[in-house]
């Protein structure tokens, strides 16, 4: 591998890393413990899995790596209004959570290190030239930390 | 910029924003409130920042950045045995904290870029040989996601 492979590779690997991390906390719950609340008056496990979701399944244009899989989970889990009754078995949440996750990571791997610098799909090409650094590969690092800062709370349910 | 400049720099700037994300969380907490545990039976903020500060101090030589500042944290900080005392008054842990960021973010900052690719010092010459991923820019990566894990924790409290 030449060095940019090295860097991309690195930070794919942070990103696979994490997504394990969330799987494996996922994985140790029963369907009835998603719905056990990360701290009292905190966000429900099941509420969280959903946001992860939604928000990983808007990777796949904002990378341009295609359409999305599940646009409907924005009504029930980006909307600030949290009151919207859950549409969703847990099992369906999952299936359609390592569905999106495949999928994007699929993409993610197959992507060529270089093009890691080219800008992302909600900077415009005059932002983007004046900072360089609104790139695909600061939306992957920034999505990366975000399931684990999720997965930290996940960590302690149960 | 080239592109190894641009792929450090975007990893950097990942780093950055978690050390900024961790420090406005514990700013909006009084020294008494970081004493609440963040969910009841788990750590507290206290101990968190503490585990946080140790594990920090150590990037700095494992990373060839210099000796320790505080290696005497580790003794409360990182032993399995959570019923050590308390040694640091919040005043002082938050101090530590502050010192240990502050110094390896400047020279995190200050590494020319294709160093990140060199292997860090917990992994031997031959085991890095066979693995390159495990070089500086795996620990950056690494140690990002997991002040964020705690940072996720953190925003439970209060």
Redesign the interface.
Known sequence: ?N??E??????V??WK??IDQVDRLLSALTDEQLQMH???G?NRVYYIVGHLAALHDKMLPLLSFGARLHPELDEQFLKPDRSVPDTLSATDLRRAFGEINATLTQKIQSLPA?E??NRHMSVSEADFASN??R?R??VL??R???V??????I??AK
């Open positions: 591998m060095n940019e090295l860097f991309a590779a690195t930070a690997n942070a890393v994490a990360v701290s009292p905190r270089s890691w610098l360089p650094l790139n590969l600061g690092l920034s990366t930390c975000h684990t800062f999720h997965a930290g709370q960590r302690l």
